[in-house]
């Protein structure tokens, strides 16, 4: 009659076991290296610094809107970054806005941007299709964003120019017109999200 008998050979001492796990470490150095990590988890506070340094030029320059610090940590919770070895190499705030005048579930697309040092190299475009899903996930019907200076990359990437954003009456609800500065001459751009 045969026998099937345990195998008295530990499983962590199989060679295969061991060579598995190695493969496995290795493919997850690899990875890490090549892909930055993505996230949308809420931001602590920690992070706050690393956004300074990122966008205060950005807003001495006259690209992105100023704001305080205490108005950076409110957004903390809306902030999706891009980060490696905690180095925070892109950042986007991403906020629901509401229904338009035509139903459409609306968010807004601000504080775009990639670390000096880490542009052209497709940053920009993993910030971009991370969020585009995200919103998807979340019932976003389309995105928006108001832009001085950079509209040119995001109508590369299916965004429409739609005029002033102050005077975007049918897209932009009143509360969030109001705290728009006309001065600024900001122009408002929408992508449609499939
Ligand atoms: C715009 C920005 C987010 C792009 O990020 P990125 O990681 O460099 O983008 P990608 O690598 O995905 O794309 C790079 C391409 O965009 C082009 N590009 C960069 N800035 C651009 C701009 N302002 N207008 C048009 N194209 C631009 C580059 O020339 C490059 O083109 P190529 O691929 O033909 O060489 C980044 O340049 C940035 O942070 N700019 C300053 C902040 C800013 O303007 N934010 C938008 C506020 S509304």
Redesign the pocket.
């Known amino acids: 009659m045969g026998r099937v008998t345990a195998c008295e050979v530990p499983v962590t001492s199989c060679p295969l076991t061991y060579l598995f796990a190695f493969l496995t470490m290795i493919i997850l150095i690899i990875l890490t290296i090549l892909f930055p990590y993505l996230s949308s988890k809420q931001k602590s506070f920690q992070d706050l610094e690393g956004l300074i340094e990122l966008v205060r030029p950005?807003e001495a320059a006259g690209?992105?809107v100023a704001r305080s610090r205490d108005q950076l940590l409110s957004e903390l919770p809306y902030i999706t970054v891009l980060e490696r070895e905690s180095k925070i190499l892109?950042c986007a705030t991403m906020r629901n806005l509401g229904a338009d005048a035509a139903g459409k579930e609306v968010a807004e697309?601000?504080?775009?941007?990639?670390?000096?040092g880490?542009?052209?190299?497709?940053?920009?475009?993993?910030?971009?299709e991370f969020l585009e899903r995200d919103a998807v996930s979340k019932g976003v019907e389309s995105l928006v964003?108001?832009?001085?200076?950079?509209?040119?990359?995001?109508q590369?990437r299916g965004f429409s120019p739609a005029g002033p954003a102050h005077e975007a009456v049918e897209i932009l609800p009143e509360q969030r017109r109001l705290r728009i500065d006309p001065a600024r001459n900001s122009q408002l751009y929408v992508k449609l999200l499939k």
Do not use: C, E, M
């Open positions: 950005l690209i992105l892109a697309l601000a504080a775009f941007a990639v670390h000096p880490y542009r052209g190299g497709g940053k920009g475009d993993s910030l971009l964003l108001l832009t001085t200076r950079t509209a040119d990359w995001f590369q």
